[in-house]
């Protein structure tokens, strides 16, 4: 089974920008479909973004959308998430995920998590 680390998470103010990580090892990212979740304190854990094996994204649009970007680099063997104009409710411990396929949020593997503290 793929092992996923993630990195990047910190401390910023609102409205700045950080770039989350995510590296696998056990497997090539190539085979599967990537996604990126968050969980704030006291809540369910939330999907944020997708990207396919094309590279084909969908996003959390009631959310994220318009300022965080999902993308990989099979090369790398890594997944990026790209947070722009971040804002105090994208406080949460974001974890990269792998998907057995597109359209599902079934989980094959999580990271540890990496968090991401926004202040206001």
């Known amino acids: 089974q793929v092992q996923l680390v993630e990195s990047g998470g910190g401390l910023v103010q609102a409205g700045g920008s950080l770039r989350l990580s995510c590296v696998a090892s056990g497997g090539r990212i190539s085979n599967y479909v990537m996604g990126w979740f968050r969980q704030a304190p006291g809540k369910e854990r939330e999907f944020v973004a997708r990207i396919g094996r094309n590279n084909l994204v969908v996003y959390n649009s009631d959310s994220v959308k318009g300022r965080f970007t999902i993308s990989r680099d099979n090369a790398k063997n890594t997944v990026y998430l790209q947070m722009n104009s971040l804002k105090p409710e994208d406080t949460a411990v974001y974890y990269c995920?792998?998907?057995?396929?597109?359209?599902?949020?079934?989980?094959?593997?999580w990271g540890q998590g990496t968090l991401v503290t926004v202040s206001s």
């Open positions: 995920a792998t998907h057995p396929q597109w359209g599902t949020n079934v989980v094959d593997a």
